[in-house]
T-cell receptor, first 112, second 112 residues
Framework: GEQVEQLPSILRVQEGSSASINCTYE??????FPWYKQEPGENPKLIID?????ERKQTQGLIVLLDKKAKRFSLHITDTQPGDSAMYFC???????????FGTGTTVSVSP | GGIITQTPKFLIGQEGQKLTLKCQQN?????MYWYRQDSGKGLRLIYY???????QKGDLSEGYDASREKKSSFSLTVTSAQKNEMAVFLC???????????FGPGTRLTVL
């Protein structure tokens, strides 16, 4: 089936630096791209999303970029804090109204 | 606001046992999902349902059954639990496939 590739799987950064996660998708008809954050022992929660009519979206310390030609989207966490340590998942809507396809996740670790 | 509840929170089963997990949502969402998450890994879609009595297979449907008894509830059955199986089963709901998915707290399965 369709897949969403997410890299890197593990990301270690220093507090105050930025962290970037990249995802690629297969279906050019995909129109919705959410990002979820999952803290240890918790359920995933939506932190930001972008639709195909936009190329960039920013909320607080998060930036999402979408390149439809390359079928690539990315999450950038600016000025990382220890509270940003978590697993992050990207997802893309596939063709035909089926369920979102999730990436395999990135474990982000922010050290003081 | 709304809430998703999953029961039980912890489930311990024996090899070969048939086990049922339940999920309820009061968002009045049309679509509901079941995911499996192995420790430190991504989300794998088992089944989803776009309306009452509808059922759609995900990539991981083999070994599972599901039932959407009514709009607010979606149950998952492990048809024959595998020895040493450990995973968290997450239920989610959304307005439709291009909107935010809200996740429940999960059911943690251990098979002895």
């Amino acid at each position: 089936g369709e897949q969403v590739e997410q890299l890197p799987s593990i990301l270690r950064v220093q507090e105050g630096s930025s962290a970037s996660i990249n995802c690629t998708y297969e279906n050019s008809a995909s129109n919705y791209f959410p990002w979820y954050k999952q803290e240890p022992g918790e359920n995933p929660k939506l932190i930001i999303d972008i639709r195909s009519n936009m190329e960039r979206k920013q909320t607080q310390g998060l930036i999402v970029l979408l390149d439809k030609k390359a079928k690539r989207f990315s999450l950038h966490i600016t000025d990382t804090q220890p509270g940003d340590s978590a697993m992050y998942f990207c997802a893309a809507s596939p063709q035909g109204g089926r369920a979102l396809i999730f990436g395999t996740g990135t474990t982000v670790s922010v050290s003081p | 606001g709304g809430i998703i509840t999953q029961t039980p929170k912890f489930l311990i089963g024996q090899e070969g046992q048939k086990l049922t997990l339940k999920c309820q949502q009061n968002f009045n969402h049309d679509t509901m999902y079941w995911y499996r998450q192995d420790s430190g890994k991504g989300l794998r879609l088992i089944y989803y349902s776009i309306t009452e009595n509808d059922l759609q297979k995900g990539d991981l449907s083999e070994g599972y059954d599901a039932s959407r008894e009514k709009k607010s509830s979606f149950s998952l059955t492990v048809t024959s639990a595998q020895k040493n199986e450990m995973a968290v089963f997450l239920c989610a709901s959304s307005r439709d496939n291009s909107y935010e998915q809200y996740f429940g707290p999960g059911t943690r399965l251990t098979v002895l």
